[in-house]
């Protein structure tokens, strides 16, 4: 018979969770977030001041799918109680570039002088801020704000020119 395998979470202060069948509801100061978590052999129980992510057959796989769930589960705690931050800089040496916020998307323009803004979709309930030349990501989903982050990233890439050269973008400096 093999050791039950299980990792503990303490549930922060401020904070409740309710469990129902694979759904975890997490609610906090700053929010709701809730999240379908379900693999076949993996429990996951409220105990007390504290959640139990478990399964009966501690193999390689199922060990690494209960530390996934007890990070999501932390997470979800950690965002609903202080929520996530990402701060990105924005560089430019050739053309000053614009970022707007207008609604659920953020506009780049005048990147490397292009006559047409480029447009990054901000994800769920995040938040963008411009200021000078910074750019803050907030929310309390940290996949939400981190994707949000990466695709403001990844609109100012740099293609068909010389990156030494041209460092001209948008940077995630700060997590």
Known sequence: MMEKFKERISILEGVNVEIEGGLIKVSGPKGELQRELEFPGISIEKKDKEIVVSTEIPRRRERAIVGTFASHIRNMMVGVSKGFERKLRIVYSHFPIQVKVMGDVVSISNFLGERKPRKV????????????????????????????????????????????????????VEE
Do not use: M, W
């Open 121 to 172: 979709k901000i994800l769920g309930n995040s938040n963008v801020q411009v200021s000078g030349d910074e750019v803050i990501v907030t929310g309390i989903d940290k996949e939400l704000v981190s994707q949000t982050a990466a695709n403001i990233e990844q609109a100012t890439r740099i293609r068909r020119f010389d990156p030494r050269v041209f460092q001209d973008g948008i940077y995630v």
